[in-house]
């Protein structure tokens, strides 16, 4: 139906290419179109069938108000609304996804997700009181799947995104684990001697292991950033905040989660009222 109203072209979507998928969205429909790569960069330690399964994790999992919804289709769209170079990368990156029949380029599988602004761009262009907002969403987002068993695995911003009611929501999923499976930990002290410039590290790493007080050297380059950062999240670098929550997650303490701002819910009842 949109498509009979519109004229645009289906276009690469705009932010960083991603490692594992090749989106694309349709400029004046509020989705984006998700496509698993062949060929999965080196440095992403999965396949297909993997990011597969971790999407359909999401999708039958509390997603806690912060993890979009995903619908997961094979598609015909007009061949005459794609732009020349997404048609082309689509063949050159999922070329085991794309079948042309005709005027019609079929898509096997796609995963359709809303179109929000990716994280990292909406801070990019935030004036200070919007990045001191989007910054506080990124963490509460964080601290609200912890509370639902879920670990995001890779925190980058862009693969969160900004929702036109101002919420921060998480959408790329081919990293995501249950908290209770992994391992959170202190970095050790370094032994005596050692070159703490050497790109070598003293202590084994299991595949598992996350040092929280590492976000910071990747997440929180931005001077602006990083005092946002820690003014509402600073417990969020330490191991311990980590295991407290998945140690509540083990025990099945119930997590109240959410979706909406304080201001909107119910004040509680007048004592006595019941």
């Known amino acids: 139906h949109h498509l009979a109203h519109s004229r645009d072209r289906f276009i690469v979507a705009p932010g960083i290419r991603g490692l594992v998928m090749c989106v694309f969205t349709l400029p004046s429909y509020p989705y984006v179109f998700k496509v698993i790569k062949d060929r999965i960069a080196a440095s992403k330690d999965t396949d297909a069938a993997r990011v597969r399964q971790k999407y359909a994790l999401v999708k039958h999992h509390d997603r806690a108000g912060r993890m ?156 602006r950033v990083r005092e946002a950062f820690l003014a509402f999240h600073a417990d969020l670098l330490d191991a311990a905040w980590w295991r407290g929550v998945q140690q509540g997650c083990r025990d099945g303490e119930p997590a109240e989660v959410l979706s909406y701002a304080a201001e909107a819910r119910f004040p509680p009842p007048p004592a006595g009222a019941f």
């Open 68 to 223: 979009t919804d995903i619908l997961e289709y094979s598609v015909a769209f007009p061949r005459n609304r794609f732009a020349p170079e997404l048609l082309a990368e689509l063949k050159d990156v999922a070329a085991s996804q794309i079948e042309e029949d005709g005027e019609r380029v079929i898509v096997r599988h796609v995963y359709i997700e809303r179109r929000m602004t990716p994280l990292n761009m909406y801070i990019e262009s935030a004036d200070d009181a919007q990045r001191m907002h989007a910054v506080r969403e990124y963490g509460n987002a964080l601290r609200e799947l912890a509370a639902v068993n879920i670990f995001a695995g890779d925190l980058l911003f862009k693969n969160f995104g900004m929702t036109r009611y101002g919420r921060v929501v998480f959408y790329d999923y081919d990293e995501i684990e249950y908290l209770v499976d992994c391992v959170f930990r202190r970095i050790p002290p370094a032994p005596p001697g050692f070159d703490e410039m050497s790109g070598d590290v003293w202590y084994p790493v299991g595949p598992r292991d996350i040092f929280p007080e590492e976000f910071g050297t990747f997440l929180l380059t931005d001077p």
